[in-house]
Nanobody, 123 residues
Framework: VQLQESGGGLVQPGGSLRLSCAVSKTVGYCLAWFRQSPGQEPEGVATIEDDGRTTRYVNSVKGRFTISRDSAKKLLNLQMNSLQPDDTAMYFC???????????????????WGQGTQVTVSS
């Protein structure tokens, strides 16, 4: 499975960005977004099950971020609104062969990763 992110950039606090991830194979995989700041461990942000309906979010982004997947177009998306400086990080999309309930936000449970796209929130 190959993954490639796009859509990162610089945005002012309170602004929005939409990240996309082209996924070579989506059927049967839990898909997720992680983020990582320098010197920190990867943090799980959101996951979406193979059914495209069951989603989970880390508390810090609930109500601001929306994860979605388009299996026909083989795309994973992350709509990010009301961005804050604490959201600044490298964002990665990832895929796990197991269900999202089992994988949780454990980075080691995700076997496939993209290269990452930088999101910087600053005035």
């Amino acid at each position: 499975v190959q993954l490639q992110e796009s859509g990162g950039g610089l945005v002012q606090p309170g602004g929005s960005l939409r990240l996309s991830c082209a996924v070579s194979k989506t059927v049967g995989y839990c898909l997720a977004w992680f983020r990582q700041s320098p010197g920190q461990e990867p943090e799980g942000v959101a996951t979406i099950e193979d059914d495209g309906r069951t989603t989970r979010y880390v508390n810090s982004v609930k109500g601001r971020f929306t994860i979605s997947r388009d299996s026909a177009k083989k795309l994973l998306n992350l709509q990010m609104n009301s961005l804050q400086p604490d959201d600044t990080a490298m964002y990665f999309c990832a895929a796990a062969r197991s269900g999202c309930f089992y994988a949780g936000y454990r980075a080691e449970a995700f076997s496939y990763w993209g290269q990452g796209t930088q999101v910087t929130v600053s005035s």
